[in-house]
Structure formats: C-alpha cells, structure tokens
C-alpha cells in the first residue's frame, strides 16, 4: 500500500501516513501495523515523525536530539534504544532494513518513502484543466514507492480513466490494497475536443463542489471532537496507581502497596515531571485510563502488579495514554528481591525517559531515593511499618507499625525514615486516644531521628507533626516549611499546616492550606477526615459530615471513617443514620471509638445499661483514652443502683485528661470534659476553673457549653447553667441532645420561662 500523507485544505489539518500495513497518524498519535496498535514512548513517536517528514534525508543524531529532547543532557544511549523500540513496532531488522537505515556514528534516515513530496492536488479550474500531472518521483532503496499526498477528498474517492475518453463521473471504488488516492484527468490526445472540454469543465465543477462538503464535513468532525474532548494536559504528568500484589499470600500485598508509594515519592522529585497519587483500589484499578487522565488531570496513568516468590519478585509496569488509553511503554522485570533497589531505580529511570525523555542529572537522586539503606531487611520491614500506618484506623496497627519499624532499626540501625516513621505513629496514637505518655514516646522518637539525619525531609515533617500535636506554631511551621523542600511531602506538609492553623482558628488560612494538599492528593481520605473535623470545631457541622461521606467512599472499608461519621450523626440528632454508621464500623472491625460512640447513642436513648457495658467493650480495647473513663461514669452515674461506683472511673478520666492538657492546654473540649468530671468528683474550684479556660479559648463552643450547663447544675448554679444552655442552643446543638441529658432534662422540667425571656 503506498503511504499517504493528507492535509486538508482551508480546513483543520489532518495528516498520517501508509506504508505497506503500517499506518502512522500524526493528529492522533497512533501507529498501527496490520491493524493492531504499537505501543510506543512520546519520544519514539516524534523521532518517526521527523524521519517520516524527511523521509529519504539523512538527519543527525544532534538535530534529533536538539529537536525531540531539547538537548537536555540526554543519557548515552536514548536515542538508540528509541530507535529499537520503533524498529520493533515497524516489524523492522536492523541489519536488513526497510524502513529506519541507520548512518553510523551519523544518524538516521527513513527510507520507505520517496525523496520528494509531489505538489498537493488541487481541484482543477477551466483555466488548467488542460494542465498533466508530474511523474511522481522515484523511490529510495528497494522498496516500491510510496506518495505522500496533500489532499482535499477522501481517500476512498478514486477517478478512472480509458485511453479512449475521459469519465464524467467516479467509478467504483479502490480495490483492497491500493493506494487510496485521487488520479488527476488524462490530457487527451487531441487538446481542441470540444467534447473533451466540456467533460472536463463538468468534472471540474464536480470535484470543487466535492471538495466544499468534505471540507466542511472534516470541519464539523474537528469541531464537535473539540467540544466533546476534553483538553490533554500539556506539561509531562503522570498519576500513580497502588501497585497490584499478585502473590498468593494475601498479607503480602504491604510490598506492592509500599513500592507504589515509594515510587510516587520518587518520581514527584523529578523536576519537570508533575505526579499525582491515586487511591483507587478494587474496582477503581480497572478503570479506562482515559477516565483517570480526566478526574486527576493527568496525561498518562502508571500501574504495576508485582508478585513475589521465594527470593523472586517479578514486577509487570505500564505507562497509559489517558487522551487514547493505548500503552505508550511496557515491560516486565524479574529479579533477586535482594536486588529491588536497583529494579525499582531502573523502572523510574524508564518511566522518567519515556516521559521526559531525559533524566534529571546523571539520575542518582532516583536512586538514592529509592534506597534508603543498604539492608533488604530494614527495608521489607520499613515497607510494613508504612503500610500498617497507613492503615492505623485501630490501635493493633499503630502498635504493629512502630513493631515493624523497630525490626527496621534492628536490620540497619542507621535508618533516619524507620526512627521518623516511630514518631508519626506515636503521634497519631497520641491525637486519636489522647494518650499522653505516647506523646513523649513521639518526642523521644523525634529528637532520635534528628540526630540521624537532620536534613532528611522526612524528620522535618516528624518533627512538624511534633511541635503541632504540642500547639508550639512557630516550630512547627518551621518545621513544615522544611518538609515542602520535598515535593513528595508536599501533600502532608500542607496538611499539617492546615491543621495547625485550624488549632489556632484561623479558619480561612487552614482551607486554604487543606484545598493545596487536596489538590495534591485529589482522593486522599485522611484530608477530607482532617477538613470534616475543622468543619466540626468551627460549627460548621453539615460540611463536616458531607466531609466525612467523601471520606467514606474513598475509604469504605475503614471502621474509623464510619464511626466518625456516625458522630457527626449523632451531633446533629440524626440518630438512624448514627447507629447505622456505628453498626458499619463494628461490622467492618470491633474498635473502641465506634463502641463508645454507639454507647454515647444509647446512653442518649436512656439505656444506661447498654451504654456502661459498650463503654467498659470500649476500654478493654483502649484504656488510654481519658474520654471512655468518663463516659463509664456518667453510665453508672445515671442508674440509682450504681451511683456510687462512677466516683472510681470518674477520678481516673480526670487524671488522664489532666496529663493530656499538659502537653495540649489549648483543646477546649478536654477543658470542658475535665470541667464535668471535676463536678461529679466535687472538687468545684477546680471545675470552674476549668470551664473558665475552656471558654476563653473559643472554640467547640457548643460542645464546651454543653460539658459547661451540666456540671453548673450539679455545683447548684442554675443560673450560670441556663446561660450555658441558650450558647449551647446558639452553637446549633439540637434540643434532642440536651433533653437527653439527666441533669438538663430536670433542668429544664422544673425551670418556669420568665417573663420577656422564653426560658432557656
């Protein structure tokens, strides 16, 4: 088949090329060979198209260097494994060539096509309708000659002609295999055939009106694709799926998993080179990279399966087009996994150069990054410690993380990131069950890591975390600040600071840092967790919850997220939907916070029984936590017949709230809860003490006046506890919540509505 090339005429422009069962469309960035697409890199496409466009010429390897890379410090050798992975998708041998001839030392030349490209044709007027078509010229090499063509009709629109007449209208049309191409009208023999002229002034106007409705046919297909295609991403970017486990062990999946996450970070160092993260798990990973491309705003998609066996581990990676969903580059590794830190650099490097072309530098930074030690050992353990904080959402699985990370420490005692991974944990133990003693673990952690590696980015971020679960700002925005050297931390750095100044109520400061890190890190949950519970403490509590059910899609199957969103439920009286999330997350995992929620439900339901035994369910499984002590007592508290056994768990959530606020006196909620623990135990100084600091503090206001209402009642200020209950009322807190509580219940039983006041 003779290639083609097209161009429409005064309309969009089209072109490709045919050359034998090979076809090459420029415009839609495809190369197809008897049918079946070929995968080839960005780079491989734009080398064929330069070649093409000069087909016969020899150009250079500096010219192809300059022109596709830019000449950015190319590795040895790009262009040469380029020119492989073309002559594999043309079916072409380098040592008996057809199509790419190769100069040595010199550089390339096509030969599959004609030297020279004919004048386009164009539509025959009266005035040279008398006018012969040039010979086309001669064909290069052995290979029969192919027509690149401008053309303004489509190539199945083929004119014939006898050597006795000219033909008036189009015959037919191109058998299988020919060239699809419009034959200009033979000169006849005798130029002054009066009959001849006329067929040719008929033909004429027949092929310039055929040339109008093509013309407009291709316009309106080019328009319509404009409107219905979204725009392709212009700058190299790329989103990373979690890597598949293949493995028949099930548990093994951390080493997928970890490996995806540690390329994320290294490829989000490449300068030039945009990186999203993906979170589709499940269903999502099969999901059209097309589709992906558009809700990340990426223009390719890599996924991985990884499988290891034994000592082997075999890694199958791909790079997807997500304007066509065609794979641009493929390859399988299988390796020693003694010998992962080289796989994993060698696979970036590959993925780096099919998209850029170029590796940053001499591309030791990817490595470096990609071997953070020296021990397969402390890494695989790393790798577990990382999975199981990722997946933190219960108290088992912070203490198996800084397991792990302790294994790491043992294999490779130098390991900074292992010692930084201890105190992100620690911390987040320290924020989820106030557990104060964990915080002190976290500093210990912390100051360990630094004098490991102190410009490690890593440690800045853990220290940031550090100085912020404390409320020291200013350290832990310097802190912070560090952490957003390193674009691959980026996502948590702005999270932190996020959180950090919702602490300090600055809210306009804090979603603007929460919508950075979202759009880093489009479908992260623990973002949309974070900007819920700043939506809450700023009484925005309808937000909140639309907060968390984003975070429930991302994360279904985290007990966490549904026991949470089973709160907000039940902050704002919904209480079917309350006890539905609750008996979701008891479903998905038994978990201390759901049980204690659930028991807050029935406690408000008046099932004080219930509720104390869920409660003393829920600190078997965590007794760090000063809340569920408390919530013991006020179950025991509101039965007659165990009164006097709330004194004990009262005391002791009194004690544990007070080591809490000394490293966090800003929270005001555990100001407020303290407040009401300090009543029931009688201690009435202390109490009003405490709600005096949890109300200067200005925030959970509604919560605080709440804890603020019910312990003034008990220390027989009525008055006080009335104001407490209009604030409360004015934050939003809904009637049925405050009726629900015994002491306000009576409360509100005896008190008559003054005059001019509605009562409270």
Request: proline share 5%.
């Amino acid at each position: 088949m003779d290639p083609i090339r097209m161009a429409g005429q005064g309309g969009p422009t089209t072109e490709s090329y045919r050359f034998d069962d090979i076809v090459v469309d420029a415009t839609a960035h495809t190369l197809s060979r008897a049918g079946e697409p070929q995968t080839v890199e960005p780079k491989a496409f734009a080398v064929l198209l330069l070649l093409l466009r000069r087909a016969g010429e020899l150009v250079g390897r500096d010219e192809l260097l300059d022109t596709v890379w830019g000449h950015r410090h190319v590795t040895p050798g790009v262009l040469t494994r380029v020119i492989a992975q073309l002559r594999h998708a043309l079916g072409d041998d380098s040592q008996h060539p057809r199509y790419i001839q190769t100069q040595h030392a010199l550089g390339y030349r096509f030969i599959g096509l004609p030297r020279s490209e004919p004048e386009p044709i164009a539509p025959a007027t009266p005035d040279d309708a008398e006018t012969s078509a040039e010979p086309a010229a001669e064909p290069v090499g052995e290979i029969a000659g192919a027509v690149a063509v401008r053309q303004s009709v489509p190539p199945d629109m083929t004119v014939a002609a006898n050597e006795a007449d000219t033909v008036d209208e189009p015959v037919g049309r191109p058998a299988a295999g020919a060239a699809a191409v419009p034959a200009a009208p033979l000169s006849l023999a005798s130029a002054d055939s009066g009959q001849g002229q006329r067929s040719r002034r008929r033909w004429s106007g027949w092929i310039a009106t055929a040339v109008v409705v093509v013309v407009a046919a291709v316009a309106l297909v080019f328009w319509w694709q404009r409107q219905n295609v979204p725009p392709r991403p212009t700058e190299a970017s790329i989103a990373v799926l979690p890597f598949a486990s293949l493995s028949a062990n099930r548990d093994d999946r951390y080493f997928a998993e970890g490996l995806g996450v540690e390329m994320h970070d290294a490829l989000a160092r490449v300068p030039g080179l945009k990186v999203v993260a993906s979170a589709a798990t499940g269903a999502d990973r099969t999901r059209d990279p097309k589709a992906l491309g558009k809700a990340l705003g990426v223009a390719t998609v890599l996924d991985a399966s990884v499988r290891r066996e034994g000592a082997r581990v075999r890694i199958n990676a791909r790079v997807s087009d997500s304007a066509t969903g065609f794979t641009l580059w493929t390859q399988s590794y299988d390796r020693e996994t003694a010998d992962v830190f080289a796989l994993q650099s060698e696979i970036a490097n590959e993925v780096v150069q099919a998209l850029l072309g170029v590796l940053p530098g001499d591309g030791q930074a990817l490595a470096k990054r990609l071997a953070p030690t020296r021990s397969i050992a402390a890494y695989d353990a790393y790798l577990k410690g990382l999975h199981q904080l990722q997946e933190a959402s219960v108290e088992q699985n912070l203490d198996r993380a800084i397991g792990f990370f302790n294994q790491a420490l043992v294999a490779d005692p130098a390991f900074a990131r292992a010692q930084a991974g201890i105190c992100r944990v620690e911390i987040a133990r320290f924020e989820a069950a106030r557990d104060a003693t964990a915080y002190e673990r976290a500093r210990a952690a912390c100051l360990r890591a630094s004098s490991m590696d102190p410009g490690l980015r890593e440690v800045s971020l853990a220290m940031g975390e550090m100085y912020r679960a404390r409320g020291e700002s200013a350290k832990a925005n310097e802190q912070y600040t560090k952490a957003l050297d390193d674009i691959a931390l980026q996502p948590a750095a702005y999270l932190g600071l996020a959180r950090m100044q919702s602490a300090q109520g600055h809210n306009q400061l804090a979603l603007d840092y929460f919508e950075r890190a979202r759009k880093l890190r489009p479908k992260d949950d623990t973002i949309y967790r974070a900007l819920g519970l700043h939506q809450y403490t700023n009484g925005d509590l309808a937000k909140a919850i639309e907060s968390f059910r984003v975070a429930s899609t991302l994360r279904p199957d985290d007990e966490v997220v549904w026991s949470s969103l089973g709160g907000l439920y039940l902050a704002s009286g919904d209480i079917t939907r309350a006890s539905d999330a609750f008996k979701r997350s008891l479903e998905i995992k038994p978990n201390y916070r759901a049980l204690s929620n659930y028991g807050t439900l029935k406690y408000e339901a008046g099932a004080y029984a219930e509720a104390a035994a869920l409660f003393r369910h829920a600190a078997e499984l965590d007794p760090d936590d000063y809340r569920v002590w408390g919530n013991i007592g006020d179950a025991l508290s509101a039965l007659p017949a165990t009164t006097a056994q709330a004194a004990a768990p009262y005391r002791r959530a009194a004690q544990m709230a007070e080591r809490y606020l000394g490293i966090r006196s800003d929270d005001a909620r555990a100001l407020g809860r303290l407040c009401w623990y300090q009543a029931n135990l009688g201690e009435a100084q202390a109490a009003r003490a405490s709600l005096a600091k949890a109300e200067a503090i200005d925030a959970e206001r509604g919560e605080v006046a709440l804890d603020g209402a019910q312990a003034l009642v008990l220390l027989g200020d009525t008055e006080g506890a009335r104001q407490r209950l209009r604030r409360a009322r004015a934050e939003g807190i809904p009637e049925q919540r405050i009726v629900a509580l015994p002491l306000l219940r009576r409360l509100l039983a005896t008190d008559k509505p003054a005059s001019g006041d509605g009562g409270v």
